[in-house]
């Protein structure tokens, strides 16, 4: 039985995944399935659905060998199953659907066998049921899946052996997020990046891609801390300033000294008449302009979603490079901007930068993040496969960058070439 998984717009709110399954031509077991909404829609749960429905319809008594061309499924039920059960499923995705698997495959009295086949090779059974799978994904209704686990089959909590302080707080902190209500000034803003990306690049990402997205490696790790709390309303500024214990003085400053008006994240990153903001972006569109790709005017969703962002050429291929670029610029950009109206009204006590201080401040912000790039580079090989590699650094970043037809070739890793972002008027 051959098992794939399939997912139209993955990622994405509006994600339709299916599951297929097949035998051979015209078998009565051969099936394309629409997951219910109840379950996430991805690959991932397209594949293990697959996988368990291939188990389920299986006659009971007949030996099987399962085709799949996904490894993490295959080794989620086979190399990591016993691990996955001794911790309780506590680190581990779709852990409803995999323990549902797991038991029905213990229910089974042949035996199941795994064998990893590669996707989109050729291969007659893999090929045909990821058609059936993308048949399923495009069906109007989900159907129902069945993910009751008999009680003699079923295996609940964790081993203490095997328990750690990591595994436990991540329980507990389970346990907290389904009794917590989630922040309505959260949900507020996560609607304005959604909203902000579907405008932008037409895509409707879901919440859990926009988080992950701030761990992206192309967000440098202040960045990211800021654009969390930022999304969380965490900072001290506007109404948070209003709060009943607090005196008159405290309340004053709610209110921007150059506008008059509330403050609030949107107020200074996009909208506050302070020397900074407007400039900052300015600089940003005279640097963007340098890619060819279209300038997107600054909102919640291409700066706090900048990791999300799509651009395409004329003929509909990612453009992976640039997409990374406005990452990186975007969300620097953006705290850089949040940095300076810090630094503005707390040490400077609200005396405004000039606009040659903050062009300079600007560029040296944006080339230490190129030489950090570069040095990560440099050391690719012993930082693990999420190091940039030198070949990706120079694609990202040389549209940008001064006197680019006369860097050496390997500019990238060699610590004694000089090389700087453009600078603009």
């Known amino acids: 039985m051959a098992t794939d998984g399939s997912c139209f717009k993955n990622g994405e709110r509006d994600a339709k995944a299916g599951a297929g399954i097949f035998v051979k031509e015209h078998h009565p077991l051969n ?52 691990r996955h059960e001794d911790t309780g499923y506590i680190m581990q995705k779709n852990a409803i659907l995999l323990q549902t698997v797991t038991a029905r495959l213990r229910m089974r009295q042949g035996h199941t066998l795994f064998r990893w086949v590669k996707g989109h090779n050729g ?35 964790a081993k203490l052996q095997c328990m750690t302080q990591k595994l436990a707080y991540r329980a507990i902190r389970a346990l907290e997020d389904k009794r917590t209500d989630p922040r309505p000034r959260t949900m507020a803003n996560m609607d304005r990046i959604v909203s902000g990306l579907e405008a932008c690049f037409d895509i409707k990402a879901h919440d859990t891609t926009i988080w992950s997205s701030l761990r992206s490696k192309h967000v440098s790790r202040p960045a990211s801390q800021f654009m969390w709390m930022a999304i969380h309303d965490a900072y001290m500024i506007g109404t948070h300033w209003l709060r009943p214990n607090m005196s008159n003085e405290m309340r004053a400053r709610a209110i921007c000294a150059i506008c008059g008006e509330q403050e609030s994240m949107s107020h200074i990153l996009f909208e506050c008449k302070a020397r900074g903001q407007e ?61 300076m109206r810090c630094e503005r009204v707390i040490q400077k006590e609200g005396e405004e930068f000039t606009e040659n ?51 050496p070739p390997r500019w990238v890793t060699d610590s004694g070439v000089l090389v700087g972002i453009k600078r603009g008027r």
């Open 31 to 82: 099936r394309s399935f629409r997951l219910p909404e109840n379950i996430e829609q991805s690959n991932q749960t397209g594949e293990i659905t697959a996988t368990l429905l291939a188990t389920m319809t299986a006659p009971k008594d007949v030996r099987v060998i399962q085709e799949t061309d996904s490894k993490t499924t295959m080794d989620a039920l086979t190399k990591w199953q016993q």
């Open 123 to 157: 291969h007659i059974g893999n090929e045909a049921a990821d058609k059936l799978a993308a048949i399923g994904a495009g069906k109007e209704k989900g159907e129902p899946l069945p993910l009751s686990i008999p009680l003699a089959f079923m295996v609940t909590g």
């Open 279 to 339: 400039l900052i972006w300015a600089l940003l569109k005279n640097l963007w302009e340098l890619t060819g790709a279209e300038w997107k005017e600054p909102c919640w969703g291409n700066t706090f979603g900048a990791a999300c962002a799509v651009f395409k050429s004329d003929k509909g291929c990612r453009k992976t490079a640039t997409e990374h670029l406005w990452c990186i610029l975007s969300t620097e950009t953006t705290h850089f901007i949040w940095k």
């Open 357 to 407: 201080e903050i062009a300079n401040r600007f560029v040296s912000t944006l080339d230490g993040r190129l030489n950090l790039d570069r040095r990560t580079a440099a050391r690719a090989r012993t930082l693990g496969k999420k190091a940039l590699k030198p070949h990706e650094v120079e694609q990202i970043w040389l549209p940008v960058i001064n006197d680019k037809e006369h860097l």
